[in-house]
């Protein structure tokens, strides 16, 4: 057991959740290498969501509000680490979650389906064998014929930079978070959140109901769009990692 009196007790519970991951057969064994990486950009931004993932997250929820065919799609990491968040995230915005792994593993697809469920979703896709996604040669190639192929924005958490590439060569609007803001995912995504996911989805959540709420027109939503830059919000994560 990790005493709550740990100085880093969060980060060390976060661990916990990708071992267990593992053991329960959701996350791959890379997933903790994946991890650690991650970790250790978090150290550099101080382990807090910053500023500028703050005015992303913003521009995220209004595109994910505006996207007419939304999809998220999930890997064993992300599904380890925000299962409810995710479920309340797809249910809240009518959005399927297509399981889409790198480490090719049917047994894993069907694990995280059934993990996400238990998890409060209501729609959970498993990746097609006929349909393909172009420009990808990896497993990920595969998407559910009703989700990511017709899809026109993909929220997709943790991602690899390959894909986050082909899936905006193959015209779609590509929302991620991740902790390194040097990464190809980030710097090719439409919109790149640079947090940690267990931090960046409940706030991104609360985003969507505060602009529900507000009953924030198509154009309000697009002008708060429109105002993402994401070379700038990345250069500007850089210089906080610099500062640090
Ligand atoms: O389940 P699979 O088979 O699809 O495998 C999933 C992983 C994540 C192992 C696979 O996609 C992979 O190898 O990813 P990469 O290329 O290592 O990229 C992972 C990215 O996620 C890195 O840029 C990390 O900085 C980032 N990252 C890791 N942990 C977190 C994170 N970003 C946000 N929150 C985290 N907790």
Do not use: C
């Not at 880093?8 to 057969?25: C, D, H, M, P, Q």
């Not at 505006?66 to 990491?77: C, E, F, K």
Request: hydrophobic content about 40%; proline content about 4%; overall charge positive.
């Amino acid at each position: 057991m990790i005493p709550k009196s740990h100085p880093r007790y969060k980060s060390l519970k976060t661990r916990e959740l990708v071992a267990s991951g593992i053991k329960n057969g959701i996350t791959s064994l890379d997933g903790l290498m994946a991890h650690g990486r991650g970790e250790a950009f978090d150290y550099l931004i101080g382990e807090k969501t910053t500023s500028v993932a703050k005015k992303s997250i913003d521009s995220a929820a209004a595109l994910l509000l505006l996207a007419r065919n939304p999809i998220i799609s999930v890997n064993g990491n992300a599904v380890a680490l925000a299962p409810k968040e995710l479920a309340k995230l797809s249910n809240l915005l009518d959005a399927p979650l297509e399981i889409n792994i790198f480490h090719q593993s049917r047994q894993r697809e069907i694990n995280i389906k059934n993990y996400l469920i238990k998890n409060g979703a209501k729609n959970v896709l498993l990746p097609g064998r006929k349909h393909k996604i172009k420009f990808l040669e990896s497993n990920r190639k595969f998407v559910n014929p009703h989700g990511i192929a017709k899809a026109d924005v993909v929220f997709v958490p943790l991602e690899d930079g390959d894909r986050a590439e082909a899936l905006v060569k193959n015209r779609k609007k590509v929302v991620t978070i991740d902790l390194n803001p040097l990464s190809r995912t980030a710097e090719k995504s439409t919109i790149a959140i640079v947090d940690n996911i267990t931090r960046a989805m409940p706030l991104l959540i609360s985003q969507i109901m505060k602009f529900r709420k507000l009953k924030l027109s198509e154009k309000q939503l697009e002008v708060i769009y429109w105002h993402h830059n994401n070379r700038k919000r990345l250069e500007e994560s850089i210089k906080i990692i610099r500062k640090s």
